[in-house]
C-alpha cells in the first residue's frame, strides 16, 4: 500500500533507465518476483530474477501483456522496441537490486524490529507473538514463512506503514547468506529458536551454522535464547563477549543455569509453565504439551518479561494460544463449492496470498470466487484507507461476491464496489442458513480469531468421516524443485499423474503443477485425462494406456496416446483421418527389455517412422521407453544396456521425421542415479509423491493419512478384539476403535501387530483383525480419549515403513486409499 515514483526507484538502484511512452511519474505499488502472482500490473514493479534453472527475463513479454510497465532487469530485452510503453531499470544482479530496495525502505521505519531466526520453529513463535501483542502494540511482521534471500526484502517491502513493532523471521541454507539479510533486517531485538539439522547439508557442523545464524544479531541490543544446550550458550556468549548486546537467556528448571528458569509441569493436553519475575512467582498455562510447542511459548514468554510487557491480562492469552495455520487449507464443500480455510490470518499481506491461491484454484474452472472477510484487525493503516485497498485487491483479482462480518467492515461497505452482503457476527450468518447462500463457488474464509470461522468451515465443509488424507502442495513442489535441480536446463519434465496422482487426487494436483510449469502430463487412461480437461488443465496430457474405443474422445479433449504397437498406430490413424485433424502429436513406446508395451521389431518402427514423417495427419512428438530396474545397482548393467538399444532404436525415428522429436527414457529414480541419460525429457513419478532411490535428492512424504479415535473400551484378561477371535489379551488392556479399515485402504496385513499408528505422542500396535471399516488399537500405556488424532502414515509413521509392514512397496500402499478417504489439501 506504498507508492514510490519510477524516478525514486531508478535513483535508489542506480540502474540504467530505459524510459517508456508511459509517463515517468507513475506510482509504484506492489514488488513482483513471480509472473504467477501478479496481482495489480498497473503498479507493479517486477524484478527479472534469475536462478540457476529459470529466468524471470523469460516472462517479460508476458507480463506485458498482463499489463506490467517497469521492470527491474540485468539485461535489456533484445526486442526491446517492442514494449513501447515499459520502463527498464538494467542492474548488474537483479537479487541485489531487490535487496537495495528493501534497505531503502528498511531506513524509514520509525519502529524497533524484531528478527526471529534458528533451525525451527520462526513462524510460530512470531506468529504467537503477534497474537500475544496485538491488542497492546500496533504490529507488522513478515507474511508466513517469507525468510529467505528473497522473502525478506518482500517481506520488508509489505511491512511499510504505522507501527509499534516489526517481526521479521530469517532463514538460511548455505554459508554467506545471513550477512545480507543482517543488512536488510538490522533488528534492535532478536530470538534464536534452535539448532537442529534442517539445511545442514551446506554446513560442515552445527556450529559453522550457529555462527552464521548469530550474525543477524551482532548490532542488536537483546537477544533472547534456550540455554539448555551447552555448547549453544558457550558459542553465544563467546560470540558477544565484549559487545554491547544485552544477552537474556532461558532454560528449564533442572537442567541449566540461566537468567530465567521455567517450570514444566504437563496436565494432560496442557501444560502449566511455571517461573519467577521480580521475586513473584507467576505461571502461564498452554493448551499444548508437545516439547517443539513448549519450547516456542518459552521463547514468546522470556522476550515479553524481558521486554516489561508482561500483565495478568497477558498470562491469560497464552492458554488461548491457537495450531498456527500457516497452511491455506483446500476441501470439498457442499454444494458443488470448494472451500479454503485462512482464518486465523488477518492482515493485507496474508489476504492477497490467499487471494492469489484462490485463483490458482479457479483459474481453469468456471466456478465464481466469493471472499468471506472479518474486520481486519492492526493493519498500521486508517480504516478508510484499510478498506478501499481491499476493494482494489477484491476487484483486481474479479471477486464475484464479498460477505463482510464484523462491525467496522460493515461501517465501510459503501466502499466496496462488487456485490456484498454484511452481519455483525459469524452466528449472524449462521443463522441465515448458509447451506442455502453457497453453490458452485469458490469459498475463501479468511478472518480474525474472535469470529470463530471455524464454525462456519464445518457447516460448508462437506461432510465425510473423520479419516482423512492431508496433501501438502508446498511439500509436493518442494519435492518437485529438488528433482528439477538434478535436470539439466532445458531439459523438460513430464510429471506422472495416474493412478489418481498416486492416490492423492487427479485435478488439484494437476492444478499445482500446471501452476509450476511443467512440461507434460501423464495419465493411464483417456478418462482420467478428460476429467483433468473438463477441469479446465491445458497442460498437454499423454495417455499411457489408450483403447481404441476412447479415441475419438481423445481426440476430442486432445489428449495425446502412447502408440506402443501398430494395431494402435492404425486404429488412432484411422480416428485422427475421421476427425480431420492435423499434425496431431502421438509419442511411441519403444521396448527395450521391461516386455511389457512397446516396439521391438526394426521394420515395423521404420515402416512406421517414414509414414508418420509423410503425412501431415499424425506428428511424432516423443519417443521413449521404459527402465526396468533404476533403484537397485544390482542391475546397473542392464540399465546401461537398456539405454544403449533406446538411443539405437530412437535413432531410427527420429532421423525420418520433419519435426524435432524428443527422447525421454528416465524415471524417477533414473534422475537420481543416471543424470547423464536425460536426453530431451525426463518422467517423475514416485519420487514428487515423497520416495527417492538415493540420499542424492531430499525429498518428504506429500500425503499425511489421519483419524480420530472414536472409542476407547477396557478389555478384561482372557477376552478377545475383533473377528476371528485373533486378538487374545493375556492382560487387561485398554483398547481404542479407530474409523479406518481395508475399505479405506488400511491393509488388513496390519492385523494383530502387523501394523502400527502413532497417537499423543506413542507408537501403538494393532490389536485384532482390521475390519471392512474400523481398527482396533492397543493404548494400554497411552493417555488417550475419544475425539483424539491419529497418525496412520506421516511425520511419525513413515510411508516406507507402512509399505514394509505389509509387505509391499509404497506406490501400492499410496494408490490403494480409497477415494472415500476425503483428501485435504495446504498451501503455506
Request: glycine share 8%; proline share 3%; with cysteine.
Amino acid at each position: 500500500m506504498s507508492d514510490l515514483s519510477i524516478k525514486e526507484l531508478g535513483s535508489i538502484l542506480n540502474g540504467t533507465y530505459q524510459k517508456g511512452a508511459l509517463a515517468s511519474d507513475f506510482n509504484i505499488r506492489n514488488v513482483a518476483i513471480d509472473s504467477r502472482t501478479l496481482v495489480d500490473p498497473v503498479v507493479t514493479v517486477f524484478f527479472a530474477l534469475a536462478g540457476e534453472r529459470h529466468d524471470g527475463h523469460q516472462y517479460v513479454s508476458e507480463l506485458y501483456e498482463k499489463g506490467v510497465r517497469c521492470f527491474v532487469v540485468s539485461h535489456f530485452p533484445a526486442e526491446f522496441e517492442e514494449f513501447g510503453q515499459a520502463h527498464f531499470i538494467e542492474v548488474k544482479d537483479t537479487l541485489e537490486a531487490l535487496q537495495k530496495l528493501a534497505s531503502d525502505v528498511r531506513n524509514h521505519f520509525d519502529f524497533p524490529v524484531l528478527a526471529v531466526t534458528g533451525s525451527n520453529g520462526k513462524t510460530v513463535v512470531k506468529e504467537w507473538l503477534f497474537d500475544l501483542l496485538q491488542d497492546q502494540f500496533r504490529i507488522r511482521r513478515s507474511p508466513r514463512s517469507y525468510n529467505s534471500q528473497v522473502g525478506v526484502p518482500v517481506s520488508i517491502w509489505s511491512m511499510q506503514g504505522e507501527a509499534d513493532l516489526g517481526i521479521l523471521e530469517a532463514g538460511i541454507s548455505k554459508p554467506g547468506e545471513m550477512r545480507k539479510l543482517a543488512g536488510l533486517i538490522r533488528p534492535e531485538l532478536g530470538i534464536l529458536t534452535n539448532i537442529g539439522d534442517a539445511h545442514q547439508e551446506n554446513f560442515s557442523s552445527l556450529e559453522e551454522k550457529l555462527e552464521e545464524k548469530l550474525q543477524l544479531f551482532e548490532n542488536a541490543r537483546l537477544l533472547v535464547f534456550r540455554a539448555d544446550t551447552t555448547w549453544i550458550a558457550q558459542q553465544v556468549a563467546k560470540k558477544f563477549k565484549g559487545v554491547s548486546t544485552r544477552l537474556f537467556s532461558w532454560a528449564i528448571e533442572g537442567q541449566q543455569e540461566a537468567d530465567l528458569l521455567f517450570g514444566i509441569e504437563k496436565q494432560g493436553q496442557k501444560t502449566r509453565i511455571g517461573f519467577a519475575w521480580d521475586g513473584i512467582q507467576h505461571q502461564v498455562v498452554i493448551p499444548f504439551c508437545d516439547e517443539a510447542s513448549i519450547e516456542d511459548a518459552c521463547h514468546c514468554l522470556a522476550l515479553i518479561l524481558v521486554q516489561g510487557w508482561f500483565s495478568s491480562v497477558l498470562a491469560t492469552a497464552f492458554e488461548d494460544l491457537q495450531p498456527i495455520a500457516m497452511r491455506l487449507e483446500l476441501k470439498e464443500g457442499i454444494n458443488g463449492c470448494i472451500l479454503i480455510n485462512d482464518f486465523y490470518n488477518s492482515d493485507i499481506n496474508s489476504l492477497e496470498i490467499a487471494l492469489q491461491f484462490q485463483e490458482q484454484q479457479t483459474s481453469s474452472s468456471r466456478q465464481h470466487k466469493t471472499v468471506v472477510l472479518s474486520d481486519m484487525r492492526q493493519s498500521g493503516f486508517p480504516p478508510d484507507q484499510l478498506y478501499a485497498e481491499i476493494n482494489r485487491l477484491l476487484m483486481l483479482n474479479k471477486v464475484s461476491r464479498l460477505i463482510g462480518i464484523g462491525e467496522t467492515i460493515g461501517k465501510f461497505r459503501s466502499v466496496f464496489q462488487l456485490p456484498s452482503q454484511f452481519f455483525s457476527s459469524t452466528q449472524e450468518l449462521l443463522d441465515k442458513h448458509p447451506d442455502n447462500l453457497f453453490a458452485d463457488e469458490a469459498i475463501l474464509l479468511k478472518g480474525a480469531r474472535e469470529f470463530c470461522f471455524e464454525d462456519l468451515a464445518a457447516i460448508l465443509q462437506k461432510k465425510y468421516h473423520q479419516t482423512r488424507l492431508e496433501i501438502s502442495l508446498n511439500t509436493l513442489v518442494e519435492n518437485l524443485n529438488a528433482f528439477r535441480s538434478q535436470i539439466k536446463p532445458g531439459t523438460k519434465i513430464m510429471i506422472m499423474v495416474k493412478a489418481f496422482s498416486y492416490g492423492s487426487g487427479t485435478v488439484e494436483i494437476a492444478r499445482a503443477l500446471e501452476y509450476q510449469k511443467v512440461d507434460y502430463l501423464a495419465v493411464a487412461v483417456a478418462d482420467e485425462g478428460i476429467e483433468l480437461r473438463r477441469a479446465g488443465i491445458t497442460v498437454p496430457i499423454i495417455v499411457m494406456n489408450p483403447e481404441a474405443h476412447s479415441f475419438d474422445a481423445m481426440i476430442a479433449y486432445h489428449l495425446e496416446p502412447n502408440v506402443y504397437s501398430v494395431e494402435v498406430f492404425k486404429a488412432f490413424y484411422r480416428a485422427a483421418q475421421s476427425a480431420a485433424v492435423s499434425d496431431y502429436p502421438i509419442h511411441i513406446k519403444l521396448e527395450t527389455g521391461m516386455h511389457r508395451l512397446g516396439f521391438s521389431k526394426l521394420e515395423e518402427l521404420k515402416h512406421l517412422a517414414e509414414e508418420v514423417g509423410g503425412n501431415d495427419t499424425l506428428r511424432i512428438q516423443s519417443v521413449f521407453s521404459h527402465l526396468a530396474a533404476t533403484d537397485e545397482s544390482l542391475h546397473d548393467d542392464f540399465t546401461k544396456e537398456q539405454y544403449t538399444r533406446f538411443v539405437d532404436l530412437a535413432e531410427e525415428v527420429v532421423s525420418r521425421q520433419k519435426n524435432p522429436v524428443i527422447r525421454h527414457l528416465l524415471n524417477s529414480a533414473g534422475i537420481e542415479r543416471f543424470p547423464e541419460f536425460q536426453m530431451e525429457m525426463v518422467r517423475l513419478g514416485i519420487g514428487l509423491y515423497g520416495v527417492a532411490a538415493t540420499s542424492a535428492v531430499s525429498v518428504r512424504p506429500v500425503a499425511r493419512w489421519v483419524s480420530t479415535i472414536s472409542q476407547i473400551k477396557e478389555v478384561d484378561e482372557g477376552e478377545t478384539v475383533g473377528y476371528g477371535r485373533k486378538g487374545e489379551v493375556a492382560n487387561p488392556k485398554k483398547v481404542a476403535v479407530v474409523p479406518v479399515g481395508y475399505a479405506d485402504g488400511y491393509d488388513r496385513r496390519f492385523s494383530n501387530g502387523g501394523g502400527k499408528m502413532w497417537v499423543n505422542g506413542c507408537v501403538v500396535p494393532v490389536i485384532g483383525n482390521v475390519c471392512m471399516d474400523m481398527t482396533m488399537l492397543d493404548v494400554t500405556d497411552v493417555e488417550v480419549k475419544a475425539g483424539d488424532l491419529v497418525e496412520l502414515m506421516g511425520s511419525h509413521i513413515h510411508l516406507t515403513e507402512l509399505a514394509a509392514w505389509a509387505g509391499t512397496i509404497p506406490y501400492e500402499i499410496l494408490t490403494g486409499i480409497s477415494q472415500r478417504v476425503k483428501r485435504i489439501y495446504s498451501q503455506e
